[in-house]
């Protein structure tokens, strides 16, 4: 019988398994770099704490489908090699469509997070 792992075993791996993705994934970067740009503007405008719940909801959730979506590809890639089974193109489509779908639902939310402070924030320097 396999003996348990301890919480700090547990909790190492899921870490080991966010840097290999931070490390090897360029579009796992891509977003880390958009969440950075995100938190400062958030932190600039001083958006209300709703509206960084929105964008913590947000980034929580383009990060965990892109490690989804990373776990998906090794696991098909593990397993199919190099010819490519229907099913295998179906089950990395879809985990690619979920990271599309969390990445359009972020910039929504940024959206209606940012624009009505970038708004105020330009009629006040006169631009508009």
Known sequence: MEKRRTWREVFQNAWDGVLATASTERNF???LALCAAVLLLGALLQVSRLDWGLLCMAIGLVL???LMNTAVEA???LTVG???HPMAKKAKDAAAGAVLASALFAAV???????PPLLRLAKDWGWL
Do not use: D
């Open 29 to 31: 970067k891509v977003h």
């Open 64 to 66: 965990s489908a892109e």
């Open 75 to 77: 696991a098909v890639n």
């Open 82 to 84: 190099e010819r490519i």
């Open 109 to 115: 939310i940024g959206l209606i997070v940012f624009i």
